[in-house]
């Protein structure tokens, strides 16, 4: 191996309204910087979930293997250090499509593959050593109206028909009321099947795993560009590495910004507004004692998390996409998207009228033309990539990085045959038709989703912009 000059180190600075990173119990190290030439067999672009636990299970495969990981900021900067804590059940692409496109039986076996994924969760996170606070919830998708419970009916006839309904029960909207009181229920679909973690703790829990198992980790180190072929590496500002086997591209949704990826993935922003800690009598008001991931049926989606310090953890589809897939922060703080999102929430709740919000923040997500992951790795070129979780990333990180391992190691996962190992995945329109579709599309299902809201007929474009975001 060849030397390697240590960087400048010292404590990381968080991202502005920070809450998993500086509540992870880590000591907040900033590892050193890339400073020099590095040759290893494996060289990882990012330091996320996707790229953590690739090295992981690259590593306790074959233990005699030399890693290494460059990742932009610092371990968990990405959507890794800024999600939800959903540890989800569900696949991106929804069960309907999934058996459109692929049939009864493929459909299926991604189905459980994905469920599997969070089943084996807290046994694969004992084996690293990592406490991440991870709690088998279950999950609780909830109906505010009609029109979204007939949709919760149709997912729910779905996973019968897959023969995956074991520990799916449709509640009315008394039972869903028991289980959570959230104003306008009109039903839920409740399951046993999904699970909460803490991110901070998981991502950096999993670079120190990694770094146990032998991974070099170079943080404060930018790529900026990758080389395929005989002469494979990732190049750097600050240096360069070489890889003898393969080169990992795991950077998600900022994968768009290097050359040869820039229509892979259109990164999506989401938001997050957290609470105070509530007493119990304010519980006792909120319901939502079994703690499930808990989620409306809106378009611009929702996603809820009771946290293990006792807050309320809000997010949602965040600012509108811009043009050319820029990831520019400054776009994550729009105090406007963080106020309307508290106003929700006290509008689901009404005792909480007063209740006081401690953090707000926003990431990118990387989602695919057709919802789909990809992993893939080949040979000749030395290249592999995995990406595309469309926010169902900490699961679905897990399970394709098991995969890109696999492939990349030489040993079977039992995952080769699902459709989310692939070559060629569907590219996103050039630019400016890129930005025009996606911000049309983003504009008209908020007014969908206002309209349902208020009890007023749809937007007379509904049909154009259904058809446009389906799956």
């Known amino acids: 191996m060849s030397q390697v000059r240590g960087g400048d180190t010292g404590r990381i600075q968080t991202i502005a309204g920070d809450h998993w990173i500086s509540s992870a119990h880590d000591d907040l190290r900033l590892r050193r910087s890339l400073d020099g030439e590095v040759s290893v067999d494996i060289a990882i672009l990012g330091g996320g979930f996707s790229g953590l636990w690739t090295a992981y299970h690259l590593l306790s495969g074959n233990p005699s293997l030399q890693v290494a990981i460059v990742e932009r900021r610092f371990c968990g900067y990405g959507a890794s250090g800024r999600n939800g804590g959903w540890c989800s059940p569900r696949f991106p692409v929804d069960p309907a499509p999934l058996i459109r496109r692929y049939g009864l039986q493929v459909a299926r076996r991604v189905m459980e593959a994905q469920q599997d994924t969070v089943a084996r969760f807290g046994e694969t996170l004992a084996e690293a050593g990592i406490d991440a606070e991870f709690r088998h919830t279950g999950l609780l998708s909830i109906a505010r109206g009609e029109k979204q419970h007939a949709y919760l009916q149709k997912t729910f006839a779905t996973y019968e028909a897959l023969g995956l309904n074991e520990g799916n029960r449709m509640l009315d909207a008394a039972e869903a009321f028991e289980q959570v009181h959230v104003t306008r229920l009109s039903g839920a679909l409740h399951s046993t099947l999904g699970a909460t973690v803490h991110p901070g703790k998981l991502v950096r829990g999993l670079a120190n795993a990694v770094e146990a198992l032998g991974a070099q980790i170079f943080e404060g180190t930018e790529a900026t560009s990758v080389r395929r072929g005989g002469d494979a590496a990732i190049c750097c500002k600050t240096g360069v590495v070489r890889a003898r086997r393969a080169v990992v591209v795991a950077g998600e949704a900022y994968i768009p910004g290097l050359a040869g990826f820039r229509r892979d993935l259109l990164p999506m922003s989401s938001m997050i507004v957290l609470t105070e800690p509530l007493t119990p009598a304010q519980w006792e008001a909120v319901g939502w004692q079994g703690g499930e991931c808990l989620s409306s049926q809106a378009r611009t989606k929702n996603y809820l998390t009771r946290t293990c310090d006792d807050r309320i953890l809000y997010g949602s589809r965040g600012a509108p996409y811009h043009f050319g897939s820029a990831t520019r922060d400054e776009a994550l703080r729009e105090e406007a998207v963080f106020e309307w999102m508290r106003g929700t929430v006290r509008e689901w709740w009404p005792a909480l009228a007063d209740i006081g919000f401690s953090n707000a923040w926003g990431g990118y997500l ?106």
């Open 366 to 471: 990387g989602v695919p033309r057709d919802w789909m992951p990809t992993v893939h790795f080949d040979p000749d070129s030395k290249l592999a990539v995995l990406y595309g979780y469309t926010g169902r990333g900490v699961s679905t990180s897990a399970m394709c990085a098991r995969l890109a391992a696999g492939l990349v190691g030489g040993w079977q996962t039992g995952l080769e045959g699902l459709p989310f190992h692939r070559a060629a995945p569907r590219k996103w329109e050039v630019e400016p038709f890129r930005w025009g579709g996606v911000r049309y599309v983003q504009n008209a299902l908020a007014r969908m989703d206002a309209a349902e809201e208020q009890n007023r007929a749809m937007p007379i474009d509904a049909p154009l912009a259904e058809y446009l975001s389906a799956q």
